[in-house]
């Protein structure tokens, strides 16, 4: 799993089936300070996460796969878990 | 998944039999000031994707596209395929935190 900050979301008309079953999430991967590590993903949210919220993202399809029942999910990144915002060691 | 520009098509003169049928895109990944709304020329650094296409994206179109083994799920049989476009993308509402 990746830690992650919820930068925003985006909408579209047409994709993957298994990618109806939530919203679409822009997560920004952050290290360990709490900042921004890498380019922004987009991933699959079902827990309703909040903006600037930070949570934890899977990095391995085959997680995906299970929770979304759809063994021919092209998806990646899953929206796992949500961050308590009390976690004293993140700066950010 | 990752966000990018269809800058491309890709026709395929000889490939392996799975591919036959196939449409290619030329993908530019957006940079995170795309992402705000930055012009989307020049393009971003990066390399360019090419990108197996399914929902029938255009030139100019922005995409959601998977890279890696994600993307030869979505095949019944084996496909050579290492990044799949996974959907196509209207709106982006992307509003970072100041700080960060």
Not at chain 1, 1 to 6: D, E, H, K, N, Y
Not at chain 1, 53 to 67: D, K, P, Y
Not at chain 2, 13 to 41: H, I, K, M, N
């Amino acid at each position: 799993m990746q830690l992650a900050r919820i930068d925003g979301s985006v909408t579209g008309t047409a994709c993957h089936p298994s990618m109806s079953q939530g919203r679409t999430v822009i997560c920004q991967p952050l290290d360990a300070d709490g900042f921004a590590d890498g380019p922004p993903v987009l991933a699959l949210d079902q827990l309703g996460a909040g903006l600037h919220q930070r949570v934890l993202i899977s990095a391995e399809g085959s997680v995906v796969r299970e929770l979304v029942r759809d063994e021919r999910s092209p998806l990646r990144n899953f929206v796992l878990a949500l961050v308590d915002p009390t976690v004293p060691a993140a700066t950010a | 998944m990752r966000l990018g520009q269809v800058i491309g098509k890709v026709t395929l003169g000889l490939a392996d039999p799975a591919l036959r049928g196939a449409r290619f895109l030329l993908v530019q990944p957006l940079s995170r000031e795309q992402f705000a709304g930055a012009p989307l020329s020049p393009l971003a650094k990066g390399a360019t994707q090419v990108v197996y296409d399914e929902l029938g994206a255009d030139l100019g179109h922005l995409i959601g596209y998977t890279e890696g083994a994600e993307a030869a799920a979505p095949f019944a049989t084996s496909v050579p395929v290492d990044a799949y476009n996974a959907a196509l993308i209207d709106r982006i509402n992307y509003t970072p935190p100041a700080a960060a």
